[in-house]
Structures are given as C-alpha cells and as structure tokens.
C-alpha cells in the first residue's frame, strides 16, 4: 500500500481529519503504533530500514533536501500505511540565515523581530524538508552561569510570554499545513531554567505557587498561541523528574490547559528516569513516562523495547496508546504532510536572499544594548576620526559571532565587524587590526603587544571581547561570568595606552563587568548576534543606527548575587540605600546592629549593576505626567495608564516604554515589580507622543493559595519609564466585585 490512499484528503475539515486518523489507528499494528511513537537519530542507511518496517514516526537533525525526500519516500511509498515522517531540527535563531541568539531577539523587546525572525527559520529550514523545530525555549532563566539562558527568552514572565507567543506565530504562519510553516515546540516543560547552581540537568525545586506564577506562564501562553507540540524537560522538579510527572504533563498541561498536541521527551530523558533514580530499568521509565503523558521518545529506544510487554501485560492500556498516536498522526495532518509530504527545493534564491539578510541585521541592531556611553563618544564619525584600532577575537570570527545552536549557519556567511567597519569607512579612516588573544579564553599575553601597538597610535579602539560561542549553549554553564581569559588584562593594557575604548562584547549570557566599567568608555552588549553581527554593529557604532535595545535580564555585579532579577519579593527587611553597609565602612569591632539589618551582601551593592530593561539611547528621553484613566477600577473593567514621553535628544530613535506594577498586599506576596506592558515606540528628534496602556484586572490576577488564578482586590502602584528601575508612579486601587 502506498501514499496514494491518502490521497482526496486535501481541504479535510477538523471532524474529517479525526475520523481520517480513527480509521487509519484501526489498520495500525501495536508495533506501528510504537513506531509512530519514536523518533530516531540514526544514520540514513538504518533509519531506512527502519522505516521500511514501520517503526520510524519522526527522523532528528537529517537536513539534506534528498535525504529527506528520499525517507518521506520510503515512509510513504514502501511501508504498509503511507505514513509521513516528522522531521525534526533544532532551527532556533535560524537556520542558513543566523539571527541573534533568542536572549539577544529579547533585548530587542520586539515581538515583531522576534516573529519575522521565526518566520524566516521556517521559511529555510521548511525548504530543506524540515517540518518541525525545538523551539521556542520559553524557560523562565533568572541564573546566567546556566549556559542555556543564551537560548531562553530572559527572566520575565510577561516579556517571554509575550516574545514567546511571537515566535510561535512566525514558526507556524497562519497555517501549519502552508509549505513554510513547521511546527513549534514549547520547551522545556516545565521549570528547567531553575536548574540549581546554574549547572545544565540539573535539580529544580520550585514551590507550586512560583511554578505558577512565574515558570508556567510564558508555555501557557505557547498553548494560548496554538503551540503544536511540547517537550518535557530532563530536569528534575520537585524530586519527580518531568519526563515521569504526570501531574505536570497530564493534570496541568492536558486536563487544566486543554492542550491537545503531542508531548516529546527530551533527548534520551526517558531512560534517564533510571539515571535520576526514578525508574528501576528502562522498562519502568518507559512505563513512567508513558503514563506521565510524553508521547513521543527522542532519540532512544525505551518505548520501541518495552511498550509491547507493557501493554501485553496490561501495565499500559491500548487505549492510552491510541490517544497518544493519535495525537502525532493528527500533527501530521495539520502538517500537510499526508498530502504533500515531498519538499520541493527553490533552495538557492530563498536561503539567505538579501531580505533575509536585511532582516538578520535589523534584528541584530535592534538586540544591542548600548549600557554605557561616557561623554557620548559614540556614535563614532568617520569624518572625525583619522585611525581606528580594533582589538579582540571576536572582532573577525564569523563562527563565534553565530553563537550556540547554529547548526546550519555556516562562517563563511557572516559578516565580522572588523570587515563592516572597513566597509563602511573605506578610505576615509585608516582601521588597524589585532586579536590581542587567541581565543576569548587564552591565558597569555602572546598578541598584548601588537594591541597596545595599535591602541597607541589610534584616536579611537574598538574592543570587541566576549565569550565564544561554546561557553554558552547546553552543558556550556559557567561558575565565574566575567570576561573569561586574559581579557580583564588586555582591557587593562588597552587602557593604560590613554586611547578611548569602546567595548563591544559578544556573548551568550550577562557577564559581570562592574571591574571593567571604568576602564572603558563605552559598552555595546551585542549577544551572539547571528550572521549579520559585523553591519549591524558597525551601523550602530557610528550612529547609522541608533540603540535601542533593553537588557531581558538584570545583569548581576557579582557573581554571589544570583539569583538576581528585579521581580524580587520585597522581604520583611527589603534593602534600602539609607541602611546598606558597605564592607569598607564598617568600623572595627562595631556592634553588630550597626550593619543594617536588611536583606543586603556587604560586600556588594544590593541593586544590579544594569536593571531588567536597562539600555540607553544615543537620544534621551523624558517621561513625564503618568495617569490613570480611574484612580478605583471595579473588578472585571478594563482602565487605562497614560504617559508623555519625549524625545529631548537631536536623533530620532525608538524607544521600549515598559509598563510595570505592583499588588502591594496580596493573599501570596507578590513582587516588587511586575512587567504589565511594553512597547516599542519611534520618535523623531523632538517629538512628544501620548503613550497608553490598557489594563483589564484580569491582568493582575496570580495563582493565590489555593493556586486559584485570581486578581485580588486592594492597593496597587503603577510606574512607566524606559527601564524597570524607573520612579515615574501613580497608583490605583482594585475594588471587588460588586454583588449583584
Ligand atoms: C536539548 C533539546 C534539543 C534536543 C534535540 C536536547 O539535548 O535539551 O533542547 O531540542 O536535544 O537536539
């Protein structure tokens, strides 16, 4: 039998489709269903095998178009049901076209970036036969030693619900059945950003109460957005691994939230149940699992060994297993794939075609963060500098710039900011470059002459330091996040040769940099910013384009401050300025009740050394005259919040206006500070524009103690500015609901 009895199911309704997938479950044999349930990583010659038997229903990280067309071939045309294949590839800021790593995308605070970068993934890797990403990584990361927050969307929330939902759309398009769309992944369900210590896989423990109110809610919103699939997470929540947790991936995911796609396990996560000490054998994981609700194995080959003793002896009802199926068959369809499941390649004209590219710059200028500008050195003029000295290994390494998960970017394809630079200034400034190091790692200070040499002889040096992409990325966590090598030395020599530094730093996760702050007189933080790195930091440092990025994640001065994130709860003792104690200030043998008592390090400010949605401008902007529509807002009504904002500056430039609460006495304690709104606005030089939020209670609502989502009624402050540490506030208050 072949493909063709799938054949007249174009245009199927929803009904049409379930029934479609009923009849072809009931011609299914246990061990095809099984198959469908596996996805395999193998070589081609075996994975056709395989298939040919059945027992393939989707193929990891194969992304040659022939490939692939050759095992939808098989799958189709050779084995007794036609049944397509999923194609799976970790397409997660791009795929021939690099875009900035997605914590970079969230420092653009741009859900349209965010999407028309998803969008393009799509439209490449769909190209290549690709029918299904990993992505959006939507894990709440509030640690940066944890190499993964390089794929994650920051600390916040609102921000990674919102970013999150967007990157959702731009995957999948309007339907997943159109030939560029693939199907998302929300990952990793649930709580793996908390991993302790900030070591990858590791332990998370996080009350009920915080998985709700701050973990849960951006995968809610992925389910919100029509997310197609899931993955469990490796990790370890609460001392029952998620890959074996049904109250997660049942109770909530399924039963609370109605999500009705397919749940995959992460990579070999199911007989790591054995690992974790969970399962006995491979046999019980595959059991635990199964139960817990993951419907399909990544990589391994637990349910392929024993789902069949576990149904024959009725460990797993059959029925159990014909949901699940169900569930994959049905993805199928709304992929499309049983009716085209061949990709036909216009490859070369789409795969990094000129608005790709553009785009990939837009996205990478949009994500900088300018976090310091002394005496507005920047932007830089080429027609007010004669030399330039550009120093750093990452100033001309078109692979680090790309940054973890970057598959299918190739080096060759990137352009390096030292190339842009000279581009841009041609002859009117004469750039000199040295690496200064070898590696952003090296430990010698083999090239610090020849830096010191340029540096010397320059009006301006361009620093262009970081992190590899290696140091970031799974199992690429860190314990110390400062400059790693020798870098703090060549900043140090930089700087003794009296010659202005610009920093630009290229990295997968927040460094800490409060050593080097004086040394250098202005920070650019570029992430891993993708193929286009070079022009679009080139653009921006001399002022063709103007920063406006905004940090997604507060950036610690020291390491012994994480976790460190602005939507803290206040404490009994919150930390103040009139009662911090410096370690430099305390007297010998003081009474102890002299340091404070609030909750502070002493040998460190208690803020961060940039807030969550920090990022300066080469403009200004002034905010003033916040309002609300109604000072007391019934419960279930929507008011609105309203504030001037000028551009006080001579450039015009955008801006992200942030909207932020908070629910001053709550039945749990809520934060300090709770993101509510953002947008990002444009203004000319000048230019003063009315910017409104509005608010409906629901918003405020948060799961209480009895994990009831649920607006309280009471006292709540409101602030609106250009970052989450801003003063501009009014308030309101909630009134309940009045009885009828
Ligand atoms: C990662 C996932 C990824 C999968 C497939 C795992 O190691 O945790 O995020 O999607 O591999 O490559």
């Known amino acids: 039998m072949s493909a063709n009895i799938h054949q007249q199911r174009n245009n199927t309704q929803d009904s049409d489709k379930e029934s479609y997938v009923l009849s072809l479950l009931s011609k299914m044999t246990l061990q095809e269903k099984i198959g469908q349930m596996s996805q395999l990583n193998n070589d081609c010659e075996t994975l056709a095998i395989s298939i040919k038997k059945g027992l393939v229903g989707a193929v990891l990280n194969e992304v040659d178009l022939d490939t692939i067309n050759e095992l939808q071939r098989i799958a189709t045309q050779e084995t007794r049901l036609g049944i397509p294949l999923l194609i799976g590839r970790d397409v997660i800021h791009g795929f021939n076209t690099i875009f900035p790593i997605p914590l970079g995308q969230a420092a653009s605070w741009s859900p349209d970036v965010v999407e028309i970068c998803a969008k393009i993934s799509a439209i490449e890797s769909s190209n290549s036969g690709v029918n299904w990403t990993f992505a959006p990584m939507i894990d709440i990361s509030r640690d940066p030693r944890w190499g993964r927050i390089a794929e994650s969307l920051g600390e916040d929330p609102y921000l990674c619900s919102t970013l999150g939902t967007a990157m959702v759309k731009g995957f999948q398009g309007d339907k997943l059945s159109d030939n560029t769309s693939i199907a998302a992944c929300a990952k990793h369900f649930a709580g793996y950003g908390a991993s302790e210590s900030g070591r990858d896989y590791n332990t998370t423990n996080i009350p009920e109460n915080e998985l709700r109110n701050v973990y849960l809610p951006p995968f809610k919103a992925a389910t919100n957005a029509g997310v197609a699939t899931f993955m469990a997470s490796f990790s370890d929540l609460n001392g029952i691994p998620v890959t074996g947790n049904k109250w ?6 399924r039963t609370e939230w109605q999500y009705r796609g397919p749940v995959v396990s992460d990579w ?3 007989p790591q149940l054995v690992t974790h000490g969970f399962a006995v054998d491979e046999k019980s994981a595959a059991l635990e699992a199964c139960n817990a609700g993951v419907d399909m194995e990544m990589a391994s080959d637990n349910y392929a060994q024993h789902l069949t003793s576990l149904i024959k002896s009725n460990k797993i009802n059959i029925n159990k297993i014909d949901i699940m199926v169900s569930r994959i068959l049905k993805l199928k369809f709304d992929l499309g794939l049983f009716e085209s499941p061949f990709t036909k ?18 996205a990478a200028s949009k994500s900088c963060v300018l976090l310091k500008n002394s005496k507005q050195i920047l932007p830089l003029s080429k027609t007010k500098i004669d030399s330039l000295a550009v120093i750093g290994p990452l100033a001309d390494d078109g692979y680090e710039q790309m940054g973890t998960w970057a598959f299918d970017g190739k080096a060759k394809h990137s352009i390096t900011c030292l190339s842009a630079i000279k581009d841009y200034v041609k002859d009117s400034v004469d750039v000199k470059f040295a690496i200064g190091m070898e590696t952003s790692r090296s430990n010698n200070y083999d090239g610090f002459c020849e830096a010191i040499q340029i540096a010397s002889s320059a009006d301006v040096t361009v620093m262009i330091l970081g992190e590899e992409a290696i140091l970031s990325g799974e199992a690429h966590c860190r314990s110390n996040i400062n400059l790693p090598g020798y870098q703090e030395q ?15 730093i290229m990295a997968g996760r927040p460094l800490t940099l409060e050593k080097i702050l004086p040394k250098v007189d202005a920070v650019l933080y570029a992430w891993h910013p993708g193929t286009m790195g070079g022009p679009a930091i080139t653009d921006t440092l001399f002022g063709e384009d103007c920063p406006s990025g905004k940090l997604p994640v507060s950036f610690p001065r020291t390491i012994g401050q994480i976790p460190l994130y602005y939507g803290q709860k206040n404490t009994g003792r919150p930390a103040s300025e009139e009662s911090f104690v410096n370690i430099n200030d305390i007297k010998v043998r003081a009474p ?5 008592m609030t909750s502070t390090h002493l040998d460190t400010h208690y803020s961060a050394l940039f807030p969550f949605g920090f990022g300066l401008s080469y403009t200004k902007f002034e905010y003033k005259n916040i309002k609300v529509s109604k000072y007391s ?12 904002i000028s551009n006080i500056g001579n450039i015009a430039a955008d801006e992200v206006v942030q909207l932020y609460i908070r629910d001053l006495v709550g039945s749990v304690t809520r934060p300090v500070k709770e993101l509510k709104g953002f947008k990002r606005i444009f203004l000319s030089a000048g230019e003063s524009k009315n910017v409104v939020f509005t608010i409906h209670t629901n918003e405020l609502a948060f799961y209480n103690r009895q994990m009831v989502l649920t607006a309280e009624p009471g006292l709540f402050h409101v602030w609106i500015g250009g970052n989450s540490d801003t003063k501009l506030k009014t308030e309101f208050e909630v009134l309940c609901k009045k009885k009828h």
């Open 248 to 253: 997660l991936l049942d109770d909530i995911l």
């Open 268 to 270: 070999e996560s199911i």
């Open 345 to 362: 390649s216009t490859a070369s004209t789409k795969h990094l075609n000129s608005f790709h590219l553009s785009v990939a710059k837009q």
């Open 490 to 504: 060549l900043i140090n020599a930089v700087y003794e040769t009296g010659t202005p530094i610009v920093l630009v």
């Open 592 to 596: 102890q009740t002299s340091l404070g």
């Open 633 to 644: 807002v019934p419960m279930g009504e929507s008011f609105k919040v309203a504030v001037t």
